[in-house]
C-alpha cells in the first residue's frame, strides 16, 4: 500500500489511514459459532427468518416515515404525530431484531438496495396518497409481519431456540398488533351504515 504524503508536522501514527481495504470478514448467510447454547444449523435457521423479519419491518419503518412526510388531509395532525410514533418503535424493532441475529452469530440485512430485494411487503407509490390508503396499506403490512411472526415464533421454539421465539413474540408481534389495532380504529366508518 503506498503511503499518502504528510506533512511534515504530522506523524504517521496519528494520521488516519483513509484507504483501508479488505475482503469481507464474515460472509452474508454464515454463522460464527457463539457460545449461546445452541447448534450452529439452528442459529443459522432462525438468523434466515430473523433477517426476513428485519427486511420486512425495515420496510414498515419506512413506510410509516414517508406518510408520516405525505399524509394530508382533516386528520393531518394527529396522523402526522400517530406515523412518527409508529415509525420510531419500529426503528426499535429494526434494533432489536438485528442484534439478536449478532447475538445468534449471523450476519444482518442492513444496506436499503438488500432490503428493498428480501422484503415481502410490497413497495408503495412514490407519490402522495389519501390518508385511508396509507393507513390501509401499513395495515396490510402489519398484517403480513403478524403471520410471519407466529409462523416463525413456532418454529424458532420447536429448535429450543427460546431468545429469538421471545423476541418474535414480546417485540416484533405484541408491537404490530398494537399498531395494527392503532390504525384500523382510524379507518371505522364515523357514521355507521343503516341496516335494514
Known amino acids: 500500500m503506498a503511503k499518502t504524503p504528510r506533512s511534515s508536522n504530522t506523524p504517521d501514527s496519528v494520521a488516519p489511514q483513509l484507504k483501508q481495504h479488505t475482503g469481507v470478514t464474515q460472509e452474508y448467510g454464515t454463522i460464527v ?3 449461546n447454547g445452541l447448534t450452529e444449523s439452528v442459529c443459522k435457521k432462525s438468523v434466515a427468518l430473523l433477517n426476513q423479519t428485519l427486511a420486512d419491518t425495515m420496510t414498515l419503518r419506512d413506510m410509516y416515515k414517508k406518510h408520516h412526510w ?3 388531509g382533516p386528520t393531518f395532525d394527529q396522523l402526522h404525530l400517530l406515523f412518527d410514533k409508529h415509525y420510531e418503535a419500529q426503528a426499535e424493532l429494526v434494533d432489536i431484531v438485528a442484534e439478536r441475529i449478532q447475538v445468534l452469530g449471523g450476519v444482518t440485512l442492513a ?6 430485494e428480501e422484503t ?4 408503495p407509490p412514490r407519490g402522495r396518497e389519501p390518508a385511508v390508503v396509507q393507513m390501509s396499506r401499513l395495515a396490510q403490512a402489519h398484517e ?3 403471520i410471519a411472526a407466529r409462523k416463525n415464533a413456532e418454529t424458532v421454539a420447536d429448535t429450543g431456540d427460546s431468545g429469538t421465539n421471545d423476541v418474535l413474540v414480546s417485540n416484533v408481534l405484541r408491537t404490530n398488533e398494537l399498531q395494527a389495532w392503532f390504525l384500523t380504529e382510524h379507518l371505522v366508518a364515523v357514521t355507521p351504515t343503516p341496516t335494514a
Do not use: E, G, S
Not at 444496506?111 to 428493498?116: G, H, L, N, T
Open 111 to 116: 444496506m436499503a438496495a438488500d432490503v428493498a
Open 33 to 35: 459459532k457463539l457460545p
Open 120 to 123: 415481502r411487503i410490497p413497495r
Open 144 to 146: 403480513m409481519i403478524i
Open 70 to 72: 405525505q399524509v394530508v
